[in-house]
């Protein structure tokens, strides 16, 4: 079966650091998204890393460890408006770009 | 204008109705997905297709059918809604040209069945 983890909800200060972690067992990976949904939004495009590593965008880092089945997003210098959820999405083998999604991470920034 | 549109964007009907809910992109994507969204379940695809000629069941396509109108279109129908399916409705698109296979999301539309 599939099966993708991630924490339900995190809390962090404003112009604090926070590392959402995700783990996922899938029968087949071409890749991890994360995506980032305001409340009764869509899901806007954070990264994508299909290879091992650190992917660093701006405030936004991605990391990606195939052998552990591990992946992270780091969010730096947050701000009121990275209060969201965060969607970690594995990419499944085929043609398709099908993808299966955690249930998400609500983040909360305070003040 | 956006590139992926979803219509209606609220929706409210009663048990037993019929309900189309309605997707058109501009991106020239060939590949589409319709995607339920619950409280704590994260995102679950109904339906995805690769093209006018190509339909796929997701994991939970019972009760749902789809319509590959065009390329550019693809509609999701509820034969006779019941309380369960009321949730968040996505559809959206994926390409493959350029490397890029993220998938661009539409606005949504909120479907509640009383």
């Known amino acids: 079966g599939q099966n993708i983890d991630q924490p339900t909800e995190m809390t962090a200060t404003e112009g604090a650091i926070v590392q959402i972690n995700c783990t996922y067992q899938t029968s087949g990976f071409n890749g991890l998204f994360w995506y980032q949904q305001h409340a009764g939004e869509a899901p806007t495009f954070l990264s994508y890393n299909v290879l091992d590593g650190l992917e660093e965008k701006g405030r936004f880092s991605s990391f990606l460890s195939r052998s552990k089945g591990y992946s992270y997003l780091l969010l730096k210098e947050l701000q009121m408006k990275d209060s969201a959820s965060y969607l970690c999405a594995v990419v499944l083998s085929g043609g398709y770009n099908k993808l299966i999604f955690g249930a998400g991470t609500r983040l909360a920034v305070h003040p | 204008d956006a590139d992926v549109t979803q219509t209606p964007r609220n929706r409210i009907t009663k048990t037993g109705k019929r309900i189309m809910l309605e997707c058109s992109q501009t991106k020239g994507h060939d590949r589409m997905y319709w995607y339920r969204q619950d409280p704590g379940l994260g995102l679950r695809l109904i339906y995805y297709s690769f093209d006018v000629k190509d339909i796929n069941k997701g994991e939970i396509s019972d009760g749902y059918s789809v319509s590959r109108q065009a390329q550019a279109k693809f509609s999701l129908s509820l034969e006779s809604a019941i309380p369960n399916q009321t949730a968040l409705y996505f559809c959206?698109?994926?390409?493959?040209?350029?490397?890029?296979?993220?998938?661009?999301f539409g606005p949504g539309t909120r479907l509640t069945v009383l």
């Open positions: 959206a698109t994926s390409d493959l040209g350029g490397g890029r296979i993220e998938q661009f």
